[in-house]
């Protein structure tokens, strides 16, 4: 089994930073793709960034320019660097790991985090 516990989150104005970090544990040989999703009141859980064990990644349009996805493969742990955040950004963010390559759907999925909490004001 794999365990994912997700940190970082928070409250924050418009505009601001925060990083977000995923820590993997348990069976993690068991882990390539790694991803961050989100999740606002009443909408549906939605792909952030997605990167492999390669470093290969994918970002959502409406994150790009904005937001990083990396990982060290080595501890290992992903993290999400965001910048110049929106309100719309405000969301559950959770971690997510998976055996294949980079996807983007939400079932295509594993292993999940329990999610943290970035709130925008504006």
């Known amino acids: 089994q794999v365990q994912l516990v997700e940190s970082g989150g928070g409250l924050v104005q418009a505009g601001g930073s925060l990083r977000l970090s995923c820590a993997a544990s348990?069976?993690?040989?068991?882990?390539?793709?790694m991803a961050w999703f989100r999740q606002a009141p009443g909408k549906e859980r939605e792909v952030v960034a997605v990167?492999?064990?390669?470093?290969?990644?994918y970002s959502a349009d409406s994150v790009k320019g904005r937001f990083t996805i990396s990982r060290d493969n080595a501890k290992p742990t992903m993290y999400l660097q965001m910048n110049s955040l929106k309100p719309e950004d405000t969301a559950i963010y959770y971690c997510?790991?998976?055996?294949?390559?980079?996807?983007?759907?939400?079932?295509?999925?594993?292993?999940w985090g329990q999610g943290t909490q970035v709130s925008v004001s504006s």
């Open positions: 997510a790991a998976r055996r294949g390559t980079i996807a983007t759907m939400k079932w295509e999925y594993d292993y």
């Open positions: 348990g069976s993690i040989f068991r882990i390539n793709a």
């Open positions: 990167i492999s064990t390669g470093g290969s990644t």
